[in-house]
């Protein structure tokens, strides 16, 4: 019987060396005052090229990010292959907009791309479209507005970098997700994608697109995608996420004084995430997913979909996929039960993933004084240990 509730295969893959480390580490993050003010402390010391990248090293970029560049990630990568759990290499720099630093990102994608052909442990590839483009010329585009020559030009070498990372990856024969990111920049992100799906996803499903659930139009969009998908006679390839940035929609929507697109409570975003799990494993010869989620009971409910509608677990239409140095209760667990697990691993130079480790942090500070779920499942797994002892 599939249980998240196993520690003890949860963390497997954990010395009592590394599980002490990853206890104080969740212990120091669970504290609101700490994360906001190593936030702080963390920018100023940069800034001022204090000498702390060992120290980030050595804590938070050593739970949550895979090594600074392809080749440091091997560890990672082999750790997880012992357990049957995929990687895959996420590049995690931000906010970079000059144009060698565009050329750069698709650069080290196409990397990710070649490794992930020699390595049968890295199951896909991944890329964010923001990391390729400027900001400003995705939102111009997603809102149709009109191009000076030079933007047409600027976003004709977007269209290029996409085009080139996606028929590496066709090439390779290694899928690819496409990230979603803001709702004001999706609309270029999904034309593109798009466009990708119905020239490389002919014969099997090469390009993902990613769905964000807690977007109040997402399970219609995945519903229409879809049906182009089968007008075009090409596979959809679907990551399903609920999303990452809601207080940035909410406090944009307020601002410009439009409806905030995302749901207004959880429980809506939940059930459309839910039906999108349903949607997907109806039509599953034609769609291929990920459920990019550290949620057990979706989880749990796709476990269920598939043993009711005879899915086999290894099918290569569906995987699960978690955060490296998160939820590995869920990744482990359900990769020892026998289904198709990777994990997203996220790499860079320490001083660039430090908006990454930060949201991290901040993902696991305690709400209301609560142990968090990570820290109370490490403390399960120590208390376990010693009582084996
Ligand atoms: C492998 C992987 C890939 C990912 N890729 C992307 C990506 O490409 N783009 C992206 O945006 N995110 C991405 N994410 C992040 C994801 O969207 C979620 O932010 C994160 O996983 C938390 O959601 P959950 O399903 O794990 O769990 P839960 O903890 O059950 O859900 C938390 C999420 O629910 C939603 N939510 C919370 N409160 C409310 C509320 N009051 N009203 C409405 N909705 C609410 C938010 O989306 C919040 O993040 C990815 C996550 C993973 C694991």
């Not at 060396?17 to 212990?27: E, G, H, I, T, V």
């Not at 993050?29 to 936030?39: E, R």
């Not at 496409?178 to 999706?186: G, K, L, N, R, T």
Request: with cysteine.
């Amino acid at each position: 019987m599939l249980s998240f509730n196993n520690t003890e295969i949860s963390f497997s893959g954990k010395t009592n060396k590394d599980l002490k480390r990853s206890y104080w580490l969740f212990k120091l993050i669970s504290y609101n005052w700490f994360v906001s003010m190593g936030k702080v402390l963390t920018n100023i010391a940069l800034k001022l090229h204090l000498p702390i990248k060992g120290i980030i090293k050595a804590t938070v970029f050593k739970q949550f990010c895979g090594g600074e560049d392809i080749k440091e990630c091997d560890k990672s990568i082999k750790d997880l292959a012992r357990f049957n759990i995929g990687t895959i290499l996420d590049y995690s720099v931000e906010g970079k907009e000059a144009e060698k630093d565009l050329n750069a990102c698709a650069t080290e994608t196409i990397a990710t791309i070649a490794k992930a052909k020699a390595d049968k442990s890295i199951p896909f590839c991944v890329f964010k479209v923001t990391g390729l483009a400027r900001m400003h010329i995705l939102e111009k585009v997603s809102a149709n507005e009109e191009l000076t020559k030079e933007e047409q030009k600027e976003f004709a070498r977007v269209s290029h970098r996409v085009g080139t990372i996606c028929k590496a990856a066709h090439d390779a024969g290694i899928p690819i997700f496409i990230d979603a990111e803001h709702s004001w920049v999706q609309n270029a992100i999904d034309d593109l994608a798009n466009q990708m799906m119905a020239l490389y996803n002919i014969s099997k499903p090469i390009v993902y697109n990613t769905f964000q659930l807690y977007r109040k139009d997402r399970l219609g969009y995945l519903k229409h995608s879809f049906n182009n998908a089968v007008k075009g006679n090409y596979f959809l390839g679907a990551k399903l996420v609920r999303g990452a940035y809601m207080e940035k929609e909410r406090a944009r929507a307020n601002e410009k004084r439009y409806p905030s697109p995302i749901h207004e409570t959880k429980a809506e975003t939940d059930t459309d995430y839910d039906s999108a799990l349903l949607f997907c494993a109806e039509n599953i010869d034609r769609i291929a997913i990920c459920a990019g989620t550290h949620n057990e009971d979706s989880s749990m409910m796709l476990v269920d979909l598939m043993q009711k509608k005879n899915i086999n677990s290894q099918n290569k239409h569906i995987y699960f996929s978690q955060l490296l140095g998160m939820s590995d209760h869920i990744s482990f667990n359900l990769a020892e039960a026998g289904y198709n697990v990777a994990k997203y691993v996220p790499y860079g130079p320490v001083r660039e993933v430090v908006p990454y480790l930060i949201r991290r942090a901040q993902e696991n500070t305690s709400v209301k004084g609560q142990t968090g779920r990570e820290l109370s499942l490490i403390m399960k797994e120590k208390e376990r240990r010693n009582s084996s002892n």
